[in-house]
């Protein structure tokens, strides 16, 4: 079982609508999780960071955690096409520095 | 804003060089990784360092050594290049807080002939 894992897509959404973008990790000692988007031949640039049960909004983006389930999430609503990039999920465990990426999920926002 | 600068944005090197990679940030950050990117493995960790003259291995350090003689520089060091360490290489430096995140170089796009 991978550690991070995500869905790789392509998940296509309309422009305006609402794309979901899901993350499920093994570790239950997991303490910090993070959202990057990677544009095509770019690095990653992280976006958003939570760490407690429950919604985080930050603008567009909202992050969401459910420790219990293990799962993590990033709605971007109003989504435009400068949206489509690959959204990497990372969790950190405990008071370690080493974060684990996921695979990434490639979203395209069809105008 | 944090800046992490990658020496190369590309290189092509021969089968068995001696390879180095370099990495400088400005902000003072504590911690520095290198990660390799390959398609549908994402990013895995090589080697990470939380201090001046501190290294340590991440996933994947087979055929790989760092470097960390000042804090601002962290350099990546490929033995005897091989052509399956053809890949992007990308560093990343953070602070020391759990809740920062990393901000990474813009890679070297590193290819072994």
């Known amino acids: 079982q991978k550690e991070v894992e995500q869905n790789s897509g392509p998940l296509s959404v309309p422009e305006g609508a609402i794309a979901s973008l899901n993350c499920t990790y093994s570790d239950r000692g997991s303490q910090s999780f993070f959202w990057y988007r990677q544009y095509s031949g770019k690095s990653p640039e992280l976006i958003m960071f939570i760490y407690s049960n429950g919604d985080k909004e930050d603008g567009r983006f909202t992050a969401q955690l459910n420790k219990a389930s293990q799962y993590v999430s990033l709605l971007i609503r109003d989504s435009q096409p400068s949206d489509s990039a690959t959204y990497l999920c990372a969790v950190r465990a405990g008071g370690y520095q080493k974060v684990t990426f996921g695979t990434g999920t490639k979203l395209q926002v069809i105008p | 804003d944090v800046k992490v600068t990658q020496s190369s944005r590309y290189l092509v090197k021969r089968t068995g060089e001696k390879v180095f990679l370099e990495c400088v940030q400005d902000?003072?950050?504590?911690?520095m990784f290198w990660y390799r990117q390959d398609p549908g493995l994402g990013l895995r960790l090589i080697y990470f360092?939380?201090?001046?003259?501190?290294?340590e291995k991440g996933d994947i350090p087979e055929g790989y050594s760092v470097s960390r003689e000042k804090k601002e520089r962290f350099s990546l060091i490929l033995e005897s290049a091989s052509t399956n360490q053809t890949s992007m290489y990308l560093c990343a430096s953070s602070s020391g807080g759990p809740s920062y995140g990393y901000t990474f170089g813009s890679g070297t796009r590193l290819t072994v002939v």
């Open positions: 902000m003072d950050h504590e911690n």
């Open positions: 360092s939380y201090d001046v003259k501190m290294k």
